[in-house]
């Protein structure tokens, strides 16, 4: 079959920032313009100013040089995400050295892999990872720096023992008089040259190294600046959630945030609903940047119950009062997010349809971006003034994308893309680069549709399309959406046996015995709902039975369920 190609493309208006031509310089340039201003702060913690930022890192550039680092040598970090992390990363970048995330969630094993394979030599690590790895599984070390107190773990070097004790007087006899914004002189990068290596999550096998240039991390910046700055004030309230290891929360929660000038609190702990709830509280943030599972959460437990009920239904239904219930609606809603919202941006994976529609319906201002690691990350985003319900915003600055697909309109087809956002390729693996960027397209594995405006709509990943008996493609994921929608369904996961297909389902036991139902109650409930379901699926999608799985399904640090893990459950 002859393939069609279907191009679009989006223009945008870039009068709002200036622009600059080096990502290196946007850091530069908002460390001196913000210099007096807060920047980092560890939630219910200590607080840095953008000019303490710039003293850590200058003390930071000053080891790198004793212990012999070169602009293009590996620098690994691995930690939960705190103001420590973010100095680290900034100061590995502005030297000019490559830095190698690492999400602090992988396994110790993992952790020695990447460092080895990267050949990084030094090692950031957190509280946490301290206690797990093996020092001698990683002989190619130079040193390896505690991170919330910079002391060493680990020298192999003379010199990196002896300048990160005596720090502060190396510092003190470099700038005997002051330090201040004329000191500020950052390494000036060049467009292909390569900023980063990010190890994606992976769910089999090794992960692999996504490498990044400069230009990549510019031009997403760029493209933020330009598309969010007009509509937030510098110096606002922003609360960092995702891994800052993982390209989404590094890019659109941390670098868009700092370089804009904005006050980033860092959870630095484990992100429970009722902590971020409490943060959003405390925080008030002017913007979140999220995964579907926080916001559906919340969503669900704090508000659906409340406004779903047959008085306010009845409300909705009656054109006279409509709008003022929607817009009171609404405003409660974005009390719970801090009551200070320009957006919630959501990122990584679908938003459930039945919270999206919900949102949407009462004008909540709610957006859904798509990208990948390879693409640093942004592929398509649109504001949520212009966000079409189901779609994933159009394609951005810089980007262009094509659905592979006799008719992209109607039948989904592999989204490809390039552009200046696309890696360089799988660090030492050129038969990974060779299978994902052809003719200098990347090829995504996920699997869309798009409208003649441009809007991109997301059916799934290739990978997991299952293929009916008589040859049909199964989008497991849009049954899963229908199923995720209904009471006491806390998630769940469509798997293929022989030509059935099966429903695995993790209930909300909370809300079960709440209610007083055993468990042979939820299991005649389920039994209903995929006699529901089915009546509104295709024939080829039909669901043979749900089985109730107990445990939540094992997740990625993105919050991906693990799909390879449950094939063979049954």
Known sequence: MCRKLVTFAQNFCFCAMDTILSFNSYIEKSIVDNWDKDSLTDYKGTTLQYHDVARKIEKYHILFESCDIHKGDKIAICGRNSANWAVAFLS????????????????????????????????FAGDIITTQINPDKMPNLEGIIYLPYRSPILSRNERFSYAIEHINEIFGKKYPKYFGK???????DQPDELAMINYTSGTTGFSKG??????ALWSNLDFILNALGPHLKKGSPVLNILPMAHMYGLMVEFLFEFCFGNHIYFLTRLPSPSIIAQAFHDIKPAIIIAVPLIIEKIIRRKVLPVFQTNKIKLLLNMPIVNKKVKESICEKVRD????????????????????EDFLTSINFPIT???????????????????FVAGSCGKPVKNMEVKILSPDPENIPGEIITHGLNVMKGYYKNKTATQQALIDNWFHTGDLGTMDKEGNLFIKGRIKNMLLGADGQNIYPEEIEDKLNSM??????????KGNKLVGLVNPNMEEAQSLGFSEEDLQNIMEQYRKQLNSVLPSFCKISRIQLHDEEFEKTPKRSIKRYLYKDVL
């Open 487 to 496: 009471a006491m369904v806390n998630e769940s996961l469509v798997i293929q």
């Open 210 to 215: 996504v490498m990044l240039s400069y230009e």
């Open 336 to 355: 719970l997010f801090g009551g200070n919202l320009y957006e919630i941006i959501v990122g990584g994976s679908g938003l459930n349809k039945e919270v």
């Open 182 to 188: 004329e000191h500020i002189h950052y390494y000036q």
């Open 92 to 123: 590995i970048v502005t030297y000019g050295a490559v830095a190698v995330p690492i999400l602090h969630e992988f396994t110790a094993e993992q952790i020695h892999n990447i460092v080895n394979h990267s050949e990084s030599k030094i090692l």
């Open 368 to 386: 859904i971006g798509y990208g990948t690691t390879e693409t640093a990350p942004l592929i398509t985003f649109t504001n949520w003034e212009d």
